[in-house]
């Protein structure tokens, strides 16, 4: 009997886990600072809405200059490849 109560703990521990599922991201932007690739690690259920937001969000380059997102053309998982050409080229000397 102890062995079934603590099974049903672990399940019942682990359901939020699957619900809140996180992915990494790796987004092609236009900004005011140029074109870059930029990561976010989101929730796999809110990629449309979070991608969405994205169009006006500031960031800060290397040199901590902040800059604004204007559009999104591509958002990828970290692991695959973008498909526009200009995306690929700049993703291949991107660091990780």
Not at 75 to 91: G, H, L, R, S, W
């Amino acid at each position: 009997m102890k062995t079934f109560h603590s099974l049903l703990l672990v399940l019942f521990f682990s359901v939020p886990l699957f619900a809140s599922e996180k992915q990494d991201y790796k987004c092609f932007v236009k900004s005011t600072d140029g074109d870059k690739i930029v990561f976010y690690r989101w929730q796999v259920k809110e990629i449309k809405l979070n991608i969405a937001t994205l169009v006006g969000r500031t960031n800060k380059n290397n040199k901590g200059k902040t800059y604004y997102i204007k559009t999104v053309d591509e958002c990828v998982t970290i692991e695959q490849d973008f498909n526009a050409i200009d995306a690929q080229k700049m993703d291949k000397i991107t660091v990780y």
